[in-house]
C-alpha cells in the first residue's frame, strides 16, 4: 500500500516537480495550491507526509500545522517546511509551532529523492501507530466515576476504540484492563479519553504502557502473537 504524502505549495512548478518525483518512489501525492483545501484533506483522510510552502502565506502555513496537529487522522505525521533559502526566523518559528524538518528551495529531483528516503523510516513509524486491527473483547474500564465494563473495536499501537458510553468525557483519564488474543495475561495501561461520537464510539489514548505490555501490543498490530501460537 503506497504511502500518501500532500504537497501545498502556491509555486505549480513545484507542485509537478514534486509529483512527478514522489509519484516514481511509489508514492500517492496530492497536491494543493491552497491551506483551505489542503486543512479538508486533512480532516478527512489519513496522510503520511506533508510538503509545507511557506513563500508568502506563511500565517496560512501555520494555521495548516494547527490544523494538522490538532487532527484526529494527522497529529503525528511528519511535517516539512519548504523554506526560502535558509530562512532561519522561519525555521524557528516554525519549529515552535510544530514543524519538524526543513528543506530549502530551489528544489530538484536528486534533493526531494534524498530526502524522501532519509523520512521514509519516520513514515512507516506513523503509519504502524495508525495501524488499528479489530479486537473485539470485554475492557474494565476504572475511572473517578467507577468501573464500567465496555466493549473494545479495535486496537493500534498506541490507542484502542471503545463502544460508546455516557460515562465518559473527553480528556479523562482512566484505566483499562483487557485480553490480548494469544497473550496468557492481562493488558493494563492507562489512557486519556480522546473523542467520543455516536457514529465512532470512544476512541483512547494510551498514556502509561509498561515495556512488557507495550511488546504484547506491537507483537499482537504486526501478528508475532499469532506466530507464537
Not at 513545484?14 to 501525492?29: H, I, N, Q
Not at 499501537?157 to 492481562?186: K, V
Not at 507495550?214 to 507483537?219: K, P
Request: aromatic share 4%; net charge positive; charged share 25%.
Amino acid at each position: 500500500m503506497a504511502l500518501t504524502v500532500m504537497v501545498v505549495d502556491e509555486e505549480l512548478e513545484v507542485l509537478s516537480l514534486a509529483k512527478a518525483c514522489l509519484g516514481s518512489l511509489g508514492c500517492e501525492v496530492l497536491e494543493q495550491c491552497h491551506s483551505r483545501e489542503a486543512a479538508s484533506i486533512v480532516r478527512a483522510r489519513k496522510l503520511h507526509l506533508v510538503f509545507l510552502g511557506a513563500r508568502r502565506q506563511y500565517l496560512e502555513a501555520i494555521e495548516l500545522v494547527h490544523v494538522i496537529r490538532r487532527s484526529r487522522l494527522n497529529s503525528g505525521i511528519p511535517i516539512v517546511m519548504l523554506t526560502e533559502g535558509h530562512d532561519t526566523r522561519a525555521m524557528r518559528r516554525g519549529a515552535s509551532e510544530g514543524i519538524q524538518f526543513f528543506l530549502a528551495k530551489p528544489l530538484s529531483q536528486d534533493r526531494i529523492t534524498r530526502f524522501f528516503r532519509t523520512m521514509r523510516s519516520a513514515m512507516w513509524a506513523e503509519r504502524r501507530r495508525a495501524t488499528r486491527l479489530p479486537l473485539h473483547v470485554t475492557a474494565t474500564c476504572r475511572s473517578c466515576r467507577g468501573t464500567l465494563q465496555l466493549p473494545t473495536s479495535n486496537l493500534s499501537t498506541g490507542g484502542m476504540l471503545l463502544e460508546l458510553c455516557e460515562g465518559l468525557t473527553r480528556c479523562q483519564e482512566i484505566e483499562l484492563e483487557f485480553p490480548l488474543p494469544g497473550y496468557d495475561r492481562p493488558i493494563r495501561v492507562t489512557a486519556t479519553v480522546r473523542h467520543q461520537t455516536p457514529e465512532v464510539g470512544v476512541g483512547v489514548k494510551f498514556q502509561e504502557v509498561s515495556p512488557v505490555n507495550q511488546r504484547a501490543i506491537d507483537s499482537y498490530i504486526s501478528g508475532g502473537l499469532e506466530k507464537q501460537g
